[in-house]
């Protein structure tokens, strides 16, 4: 899952990649295969324990751009040729940053206090270097316990003393704007504090290089601050030490030789992890349940698989979902319409969980305005566990994983969440167990997010609702687009399989 923010710019190369196809064999006369039965959770693990294992080899992580990205990549590819696909390996460049030094957050006036990096305050990445001492301002603190817009547009930064160190708190725009904004009034420094909801730091992305400090704060001490810049005379260090340059990535896409090439159903999840850790719950659960499904596919046969179904493993979301940007982007007009739907798993196996189904109808009013059809979708995954008396939760469909550029383009969305940092209410751990007061996944972004973090009881039931929304969308998308099984004319005429190239900045 990439860090909270929406706002990532990033060059890309790499030539046209032509989709892969797998032949899949005719269906018996017997009764259609549950694919939800046929993909096995020890399957899923095998995959987790070599995503492990490809850590551990290299330095630790699966981060895009780094040794463990690639042979992950290598991984997958050499998966899919098992199961009779043919994947293709899709490269793009994009910008990379990292902290080349210990960054140092204090209050010189009106007392000396020093915070201590990872708990109380952390680099935001593409945080640019410096070393400031000024004066701190707060910018248009929302009431309490209110997300609010603070920041989001030029007027919050009226009256803004130019060269003071700006403290914003998250919420309403991406930080990238807030940054932006900063910057133009003349900030010298950016604090920027989590919601009143969340624990800890944002683990927050700029989405682009900026060269001013930037650093992330919990709510609580935020909050404080904020509190004490509107009474005067707070006034705050903020130092950094960071790098930017360009680094290449990948994405590998597969894709069902049967089913309509006009109708297609992609199924995605991120492969990369954070640098901090080898990334098994964000995202190797989600990778590592649609490589299971795509290994069982082809025994849908072509009654089954009406609709083709496209498998990605994106590069480089933890960056700014630059992966999929990178890949809707490189998409044509024509190209991006005969895509009926988009899937997203991304966290299926947080150790204090929930189920979460996107909430594509909108219901939460999280603003993103889902296409029509992601509702739709929405209600097809609930339906699915209410048949089975499991509890679902609606999860925030905010843009913040790989289905933000298919929305992005007024493609239908949907998929399925575990959780990140959000704490678990007492109601929520009534239904699903775990601990209230904790985050869903207390090793999100760390390098505790290894097989030993992984709740394998939910991951399997978020495993049966992949398969089976695959398999129910494959057969018919219906609900989502209109569309039913097609005419013979229209077969004769089906378009050819999309291609990709490159280059899309996410809003």
């Known amino acids: 899952m990439r860090r909270l923010s929406l706002g990532a710019t990033a060059l890309f190369t790499g030539s046209v990649v032509a989709a892969a196809l797998v032949a899949v064999p005719q269906a018996s006369a017997s009764a259609a295969p549950d694919l939800a039965r046929l993909v096995q959770v020890k399957d899923i693990r095998r995959h987790l324990e070599a995503f492990q294992e490809i850590a551990e080899y290299n330095g630790g992580n699966r981060a895009a751009g780094r040794p463990g990205y690639d042979v992950s990549v290598k991984y997958v590819v050499s998966q899919l040729k098992k199961a009779g696909f043919t994947p293709q390996v899709q490269k793009f460049e994009f910008d990379y940053w990292e902290e080349r030094s210990p960054a140092v957050f204090a209050q010189t006036a009106p007392e000396q206090k020093t915070y201590q990096p990872g708990t109380d305050f952390q680099t935001m990445q593409y945080s640019g270097s410096g070393d400031v001492t000024a004066a701190a301002a707060a910018v248009d603190v929302p009431a309490a316990g209110q997300a609010g817009t603070a920041g989001c547009e030029a007027a919050d930064f009226q009256g803004f003393a130019a060269g003071s160190v700006a403290v914003i708190q998250r919420g309403g725009c991406s930080f990238e704007i807030k940054a932006a904004n900063a910057q133009a009034a003349g900030a010298a420094g950016v604090v920027i504090y989590n919601l009143p909801t969340e624990q800890g730091p944002v683990n927050g992305t700029l989405g682009r290089a900026f060269t001013l400090p930037v650093v992330e704060t919990p709510h609580a001490l935020g909050a404080e601050l904020a509190k004490a810049a509107q009474a005067g005379g707070l006034k705050l260090r903020v130092r ?23 109708n297609v159903v992609v199924v995605g999840a991120h492969l990369d992890s954070v640098p901090e850790g080898p990334g098994i719950n964000d995202n190797g659960s989600g990778s590592a349940t649609i490589l299971a499904v795509a290994q069982q596919i082809a025994k849908l046969g072509e009654k089954g698989l009406r609709n083709k179904v496209r498998f990605a493993w994106w590069g480089a979301e933890e960056d700014g979902l630059l992966g999929s940007t990178h890949y809707v982007s490189s998409l044509s007009e024509a190209d991006r319409a005969k895509i009926a ?3 997203n798993f991304d966290m299926l196996g947080s150790v204090n969980g929930v189920r979460g189904v ?21 209600k097809i995954l609930k339906d699915y566990y209410t048949g089975r008396k499991l509890p679902t939760l609606e999860s925030e469909f905010t843009g913040r994983s790989d289905y933000g550029p298919f929305i992005e383009q007024g493609i239908p969305a949907g998929g399925l969440f575990s ?38 009881k939910l991951l399997d039931t978020h495993a049966d609702g992949v398969a089976f929304s695959v398999q129910r969308l494959a057969k018919s998308t219906l609900p989502v687009n209109g569309e039913t099984r097609r005419s013979a004319a229209a077969k004769r005429s089906a378009a050819s399989p999309a291609e990709w190239r490159g280059g899309h900045r996410i809003r």
Do not use: M
Request: hydrophobic residues 30%; glycine residues 12%; negative net charge.
């Open 240 to 262: 950094t030490d960071t790098a930017t340059g360009k680094r290449s990535s990948s994405n590998v896409i597969a894709e069902t030789a049967q089913g309509r090439a006009d």
């Open 419 to 456: 959780g990140a940092e959000v704490i678990k209410t007492p109601e929520q751990a009534k239904l699903f167990g775990g601990e209230a007061g904790k985050p869903y996944d207390p090793c999100y972004h760390a390098a505790c997010d290894s097989i030993a973090n992984i709740d394998w």
């Open 341 to 343: 739907l988009n899937l």
């Open 358 to 378: 996107y909430d594509g109808d909108d219901s939460l009013g999280t603003g993103t305005n889902p296409p029509p059809g992601s509702g739709a979708i929405e």
